[in-house]
């Protein structure tokens, strides 16, 4: 008479297996598995371990293995395999599916007076939102596709200066900053920096803050709760026109996880209410970091809607001047397919070249790849001068360093004049603040007039 453990995997091996897979050793718990098969066939119809099964292999990329595992362990009555498929049917954009298989594991757990996962049901309560998405998919061209580690994925993007700059959080120059953010923007300009960071109940919320007349940065300041919209809000670009904000939110309007939002100022300053961008930007998963780079003409964010472990997609796709969507009534289009982004070439006009664009991406990279200049100096002639050690003289080089140590101390002026012209503007006129303008006006102006003696000595000085 054959034992129970021999009917069926032993416990202690689903234990192991399941060891295994806790710590990531996928490789190792389909040999365990297989190793098991061997001495007792009976336990391919175990249900236990063919949800294992999947869950190794679809970690492991197999994902149509997977579900054949997954199909059978839930005809044993495993509820978690149903919840597999479940989200398995999500990657595919099948919705109609997915319900099926949530509805089914829902039942079961309730069967079995077992708890129910809380994300499972968020996920349940979102398809309607789902389906209703992929009615209004807007049609875009995506010229390119990176998988890239998940941590630090932001150092992928080869943006234009004029975009501005993403940052770590160790790059930032607040303390704030450097304690909360996952990553930050600042803008070309470099005088406001944007993150996100908890507030008192524990809700991630984007800040700001920004560099003041005397260098120093001011104190953080939480953008109004408008952007929250019930849960975390974080990864911001604001576009240079510094009135349009993009940034992922994970609360009620979200399709899945954090998805992509835009905010607009309005005259009075204040953020309208946010809009979610939905498809294809966003899906089922978390979708985040939306830039856009006018100078290259090209658009940038990020997914983990392929599920790649530690792992997350970047798309680079052309921005529309007016969104399009895809005509959902068309049965000869996948809209499903477009909205996960399938296939980029399927997206694209097999008539258009869009290696400028990939050109310019990549001189971006070139860009920051070669070391700053120390100087930008051009003489007469045109010739540009931008390091030291194209000067030929020691007596030239010591010109050039007075004579741009003058140019930081007007351009500093310059930028104190101007914060005190808005104080003037934004606080009223008062006798200390004319008094100030006048006394940094005449001295701009005396500076101006040096500068421009040191300029003609040092182009003297050089052409010798």
Known sequence: MMTVVGLAASADVVSDVRQLL?????????????????????????????E????????????????????LAKKKGFADASLWLARLSMRRYDFTTAASHYDNYIK??????????????????????????????ENITVIDSLTVPKEEFFKAYKLHPSAGKLLSPEEMPVADAQQNAVTGFMNEGGDIILWAQPDTLDNRRIVEAIKLTDGT????????????????????????????????N???????GYDIFIASKAVDGDFLAPQNLGMPYNSPF??????????TGVGWWATDRKQIPDSLTLFVYLPNDVRKNLDS??????????ARIADIKATQDPEEDYSPYLEAIEANAQREATPPADFAFRLPDGTLLERYNQLRTEREREAMKKYLDSLKIYDNSLKALDGLRKDYHYRGSTATLKMQIADLETSVLNQKKALKKKKNDLILLLAK
């Open 286 to 295: 978390d979708d985040y970091l939306l830039v856009i780079d006018e100078q």
């Open 108 to 137: 079961l757990k309730n069967k079995a007076k077992k708890e129910i996962d809380p994300k499972a049901q968020l996920e349940r309560g979102k398809i309607a939102k789902l389906q209703q998405a992929l009615n209004r998919v």
């Open 250 to 256: 994970n609360g009620e309007e979200s399709l899945g």
């Open 52 to 71: 294992l099964w999947g869950e190794a292999l679809l970690a492991m990329g197999d994902a149509g293995t997977a579900t054949e595992k997954f199909e």
């Open 22 to 50: 806790d710590n990531k050793d996928y490789n190792g718990a389909v040999e365990l598995i297989q190793s098991e098969l061997e001495v007792n066939p009976a336990s391919a119809s175990d249900g236990r371990l063919a």
């Open 329 to 338: 009534e068309d049965e000869e289009i996948d809209v499903a397919s477009f």
């Open 217 to 248: 940065w001011s104190e953080t300041m939480y953008l109004p709760e408008v952007l929250n919209g019930g849960g975390d809000a974080d990864y911001p670009f604001m576009m240079p026109d510094g009135l349009t904000l993009y940034f992922a």
